[in-house]
C-alpha cells in the first residue's frame, strides 16, 4: 500500500524510541521507503544501528557529518520525503520548531522542508499540559503541522495520563490513509470561502460576525492535502494561509461574491464556509460620523445570497454550505438546502460547547439530497475537514462544467 513512498522519520529523545523502531518496521512492511534522522539524546535510548537494519538505510545523527559530498545531507533528506513524520516527538522538539531553531540533524531538515509534517507528541502528562508546550503546539498547528494525539494510559514516568506515543500500527494506518487519499481530488478545482466580511459604516467603523474562518482554512487545506487546485477567498481573519492552497483576501459580501463568481465556472466543489453578511449599511458615510444626542439608526439593505446566487447557475458543480444555527438546526438545514440549490448542507449549533466559531473543534450534521442525513462527531476542524472531504468526493462525481 506505502509502495514507492518516501517517508522519512525524526526520532528524538523519549523513552518511545523502541516505539519508534516499531514504527520503521510496519512502515517499511507496508512497503515504504523509510529514512531515520536521530537527535542526540534519542541516541541514548536506542542505537542508530537498530534504526539502520530495520530501515535498510544509513540513519543520520550529525548536520555535518556529510555522507554524500555531492548534496548537503539536510536539504537533500527533506526534499526526497513525501511525508516527514517526528515520532516521538518530545517537548524540546516541538518548542525548536515552533520557535524556528535548527540546531541540529533533525531541526534544520524539519526546517528545510516542503513536505507535510506530523509530529507524534510523547511525554509526561504534566509535560504535555505545560502551557508552553500547548503554545507551541499551536503554533505548529497554525503552520500546517499535523499533530497525531498522544494516548491515555501508563506512562513510564509511573503516571497515568495523556502522554504515550501513539501505537506504530494506528500511525502507519493513518500514513495509509492520507495516501490514499492524496490523490481523490488530482485535476479538480475546489473553491472555499471563509470567514466573516465586514460591510463598512464610515471609514472607521463596520459590521461584521464572530467566524474566526478556522473551519473554512482547514476545509481548504484537507481539500489541498487530497490533490485539489485550491482557491480560498477569505474574509479578515488572521491565519496562516494552508499549504498548496492560493488566498484571495476579500472585504465585503460584494467582494466575496465578485471573487467567486471569477471562478465559479471552471470549479468542481464550492464549499461556502463563510459568515456572509445579510445585510449592509444602504449608504456609506465617506467621513467619520460624529455622535450626536439622542439615538442613532443606519438604515440596512440586502446583501446577495451567494450561495443562492451560486445555486441558481448551477452546471455540474457540487455545492456546499454552511448553517451555523442557535435554534432548530435540522429544519433550518433542510430549509436552506432546497432554498440555495446547495447539494449539502452542513449545519452546527454554535451554542454547543466546543462547537462556536472560535472553537478549535466542531461538530455537525450534514443535510443532503433526498433525505440524506449524516451525523459526525465532535472533532477538531482539521480532522472533520478531512472526513467530510472523504465522504462527498466518496458520494458525489462532480460533473464537467
Ligand atoms: N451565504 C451566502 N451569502 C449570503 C449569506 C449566506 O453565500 N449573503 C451562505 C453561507 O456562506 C452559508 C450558507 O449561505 O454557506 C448559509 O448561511 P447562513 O447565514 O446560515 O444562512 P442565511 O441564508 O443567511 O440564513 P439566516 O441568516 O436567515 O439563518
Redesign the pocket.
Known amino acids: 500500500m506505502l509502495e514507492n513512498r518516501k517517508i522519512l522519520l525524526c526520532v528524538s529523545g523519549g523513552i518511545a524510541v523502541y516505539k519508534a523502531v516499531a514504527l520503521v518496521s510496519k512502515l517499511s512492511q507496508a512497503g515504504a521507503a523509510v529514512k531515520v534522522i536521530m537527535t542526540e539524546s534519542a541516541q541514548q535510548f536506542v542505537k542508530p544501528l537498530t534504526f539502520q537494519v530495520m530501515s535498510r538505510n544509513d540513519v543520520y545523527t550529525d548536520t555535518f557529518d556529510e555522507k554524500d559530498s555531492s548534496v548537503i545531507a539536510h536539504i537533500d533528506l527533506a526534499d526526497w520525503a513525501d511525508l516527514i513524520i517526528v515520532a516521538p516527538g518530545t517537548a524540546n522538539v516541538i518548542g525548536k520548531l515552533a520557535g524556528g531553531i535548527g540546531d541540529d540533524m533533525v531541526t534544520t531538515t524539519l526546517l528545510a522542508a516542503t513536505a507535510p509534517i506530523w509530529i507524534a507528541p510523547a511525554m509526561n502528562v504534566h509535560m504535555y499540559d505545560h502551557p508552553a508546550v500547548k503554545r507551541n503546539i499551536q503554533q505548529l498547528h497554525e503552520d500546517g503541522i499535523r499533530f497525531i494525539e498522544p494516548s491515555e494510559g501508563f506512562l513510564a514516568c509511573g503516571y497515568v495520563g495523556k502522554g504515550r506515543l501513539e501505537e506504530p500500527e494506528k500511525i502507519t494506518e493513518l500514513v495509509k490513509d492520507y495516501f490514499s487519499r492524496e490523490h481523490k481530488l488530482a485535476g479538480k478545482k475546489v473553491v472555499v470561502?471563509a470567514g466573516p466580511t465586514r460591510e463598512r459604516i464610515d471609514p472607521v467603523r463596520f459590521l461584521t460576525n464572530f467566524s474566526s474562518g478556522k473551519m473554512g482554512y482547514a476545509m481548504a487545506g484537507a481539500a489541498a492535502e487530497m490533490g485539489a487546485e485550491t482557491i480560498l477567498i477569505s474574509g479578515p481573519v488572521s491565519l496562516p494561509v494552508p499549504s498548496g492552497v492560493t488566498r484571495i483576501v476579500v472585504e465585503s459580501?460584494e467582494d466575496m461574491l465578485q471573487a467567486v463568481d471569477a471562478h465559479y465556472d471552471t470549479a468542481n466543489y464550492v464549499i461556502?464556509?463563510?459568515?456572509?453578511?445579510?445585510y449592509r449599511p444602504k449608504a456609506v458615510a465617506d467621513k467619520k460620523m460624529k455622535k450626536q444626542e439622542g439615538g442613532s439608526t443606519i438604515v440596512l439593505e440586502r446583501?446577495?445570497?451567494?450561495?443562492?446566487h451560486l445555486g441558481q447557475q448551477k452546471k455540474g458543480q457540487v455545492l456546499i454550505?454552511?448553517?451555523?444555527?442557535t435554534n432548530d438546526v435540522g429544519q433550518?438545514a433542510k430549509e436552506?438546502l432546497e432554498r440555495?440549490n446547495a447539494d449539502y448542507?452542513i449545519a452546527n449549533d454554535v451554542t454547543e460547547a466546543q462547537a462556536g466559531f472560535e472553537a478549535d473543534t466542531n461538530r455537525v450534521t450534514v443535510y443532503g439530497k433526498n433525505g440524506f442525513v449524516q451525523d459526525f462527531e465532535l472533532m477538531s476542524k482539521q480532522q472533520l475537514a478531512r472526513q467530510l472531504l472523504e465522504m462527498i468526493t466518496d458520494k458525489e462525481e462532480p460533473h464537467d462544467s
Do not use: S
Not at 446583501?303 to 443562492?308: A, E, F, R
Not at 454550505?321 to 444555527?325: D, I, L, P, S, T
Open positions: 470561502t459580501a461556502k464556509t463563510a459568515a456572509v453578511a445579510d446583501t446577495v445570497d451567494i450561495l443562492q454550505g454552511f448553517a451555523a444555527e433550518y436552506k440555495k448542507i
